[in-house]
């Protein structure tokens, strides 16, 4: 099958525009999460189809993450050795530059949840998972889907009780990987599809086939049964009963929801590959790339905006605070793109990292072989 490589990066920079644009939705959903009070999901409603960006959007956000990682590690996986030392340390140190950033946005004591805290716990546990073989990560994730959930509803019915160490659960670890609307626990399995993702040819056309069929079918059947929960099983979504593991709604850390939300956001993938194999669909696409460049950036920033703008950037059923956001959004990031390159939190985070993997070569060879595949 042919493969399209003006699609497959940025002549200029390098990037694969497809991705990028793929991310700057993902972003651009979660200030729509955040800015737009509408009704669950409902297919024969078309007011309500606006709701698909909560809970799907940071899913899809996390499926990039796995796809950065291993974009951004191919050179030192297939070198091993001092090369895959390095790459591991640029990771980490990019994992804790992304948790202090996460901090401080906690400190803006915004009503919403910042996932930054899960993605710095995820990249740490990504800096070990780029090693492992492709199946090896989907049987693996597969099995974090199934036994995750429970883990996570037992872990918040323990620690949340109330006779529970209420310290313990409001320890800052504990919290990201068992308890926080993205636990890590579970969200380990999007990093380590998106790591498999990013191992294909991305600008093959068959590639992109098989990224919508599968997550087509994903989509069918995580919803599917997800849907069956939500009409046949009487859960307390409040309280977190057991039966809250057999329904599907956002954020519910659930398997359905998991593979679903999996599956959509493949199928949001191989459509944004798609399009940008033609010229016209990189044009129309460009404005998201961009976003998608800038993601850390934009992500920060709507976030210090919403607490700057107070009432007036608060929940609300009109799109019109929303759409703000976006233009803003868009046209901020074409322009850094444009003039400056990469976008300033992405500059700290990537220079961070730059300095921590620059460690001399090792004059016994025997220590590349100890680290050699590992």
Known sequence: ????????????????????????????????????????????????????VNGRSAILFGVMAGISLSLVSKRGREAGGVELLRVRLSIIVRALAIFVIGTLLEALETEFPIILGTYAVLFVAGAWLISLRSRTLVIAA???????????????RVFYAEDSDFFLAETKIIYIVLL?????????????????????????????????????????????????????????????????????????ATTSEAVGS???????????????????GRALLYPFAAVGTLALTAYAGHFVAIELLGSYAGYSPEYIVFLQFLVVAIIFSVAWRATLGTGPLERIVAGLARRAARIPPSPDRSWGEMTRGT
């Open 142 to 156: 597969s099995a974090t889907a199934l036994l995750a959930p429970p883990l996570v509803l037992l872990a918040r």
């Open 180 to 252: 926080s609307e993205f636990a890590a626990v579970l969200w380990v399995a999007f990093l380590m599809v998106g790591i498999v993702i990013g191992r294909l040819d991305l600008g093959s056309i068959r590639a992109q086939i098989r990224l919508g069929v599968v997550g087509a079918v994903l989509m069918f059947v995580g919803y599917g049964l997800g849907e069956l929960g939500n009409e046949f099983a009487p859960g307390d979504r409040e309280n977190g009963s057991w039966e809250t593991l057999l329904l599907q709604f956002p954020h519910s």
């Open 1 to 52: 099958m042919p493969t399209y490589a003006v699609e497959r990066t940025d002549p200029t920079r390098g990037r694969i525009v497809g991705v990028d644009a793929a991310r700057g939705f993902a972003v651009l959903g979660m200030f729509g999460a955040h800015l737009v009070l509408v009704d669950s999901f409902d297919w024969t409603r078309p007011d309500t189809w606006f709701s698909l």
């Open 262 to 280: 999996t599956g959509f956001a493949l199928v949001v993938l191989a459509l944004c590959l798609a399009a940008c194999s033609t010229r016209v």
